[in-house]
Nanobody, 124 residues
Framework: QVQLVESGGGSVQAGGSLRLSCEAS????????MAWFRQAPGKEREGIAH????????DYADSVKGRFTISRDNAKNTVYLQMNNLKPEDTALYYC?????????????????WGQGTQVTVSS
C-alpha cells in the first residue's frame, strides 16, 4: 500500500499559478505511475496529467496541455503539478493517484492509491 498526501492548493485569480505537491510513502517501489485528477462539483473525476516514475514520460489532458506540467523527484518520492495561466474552469478538488501498469492513464480504475485531495479555486 502507498499513502499519498497532497498540498499546495488554494485560491488564486485567473491567470495566476499554483504548484501542487504529492508526497508518497509506504511501498512506493510497487508503483510505476502517478497522476493528477480533478473533480468539480457535479462532474466526473477527470485525469489531467500522468507520469511514469522511472522514464519520466508524461501525458496530459487537452484541457490543461500547455498550461500544466507534471514532474517528479524520485529521491523525495514526490510528484508535482505546476499550474500556470489558471482559469475559473480549473476550479476543482485535485487528487493525486498512484498505480502499477501501462496505458489508459486517464481512467481512475487504473490506479491503486489515492490522496485526500487539495482544493483549487480560481476566481475571474
Amino acid at each position: 500500500q502507498v499513502q499519498l498526501v497532497e498540498s499546495g492548493g488554494g485560491s488564486v485569480q485567473a491567470g495566476g499559478s499554483l504548484r501542487l505537491s504529492c508526497e508518497a510513502s509506504g511501498y512506493t517501489s510497487s508503483r510505476n505511475r502517478m497522476a493528477w485528477f480533478r473533480q468539480a462539483p457535479g462532474k466526473e473525476r477527470e485525469g489531467i496529467a500522468h507520469i511514469y516514475t522511472i522514464s519520466g514520460n508524461t501525458d496530459y489532458a487537452d484541457s490543461v496541455k500547455g498550461r500544466f506540467t507534471i514532474s517528479r523527484d524520485n529521491a523525495k518520492n514526490t510528484v508535482y503539478l505546476q499550474m500556470n495561466n489558471l482559469k475559473p474552469e480549473d476550479t476543482a478538488l485535485y487528487y493525486c493517484a498512484a498505480g502499477l501498469g501501462f496505458g489508459n492513464w486517464p481512467a481512475p480504475s487504473t490506479y491503486n492509491d489515492w490522496g485526500q485531495g487539495t482544493q483549487v479555486t480560481v476566481s475571474s
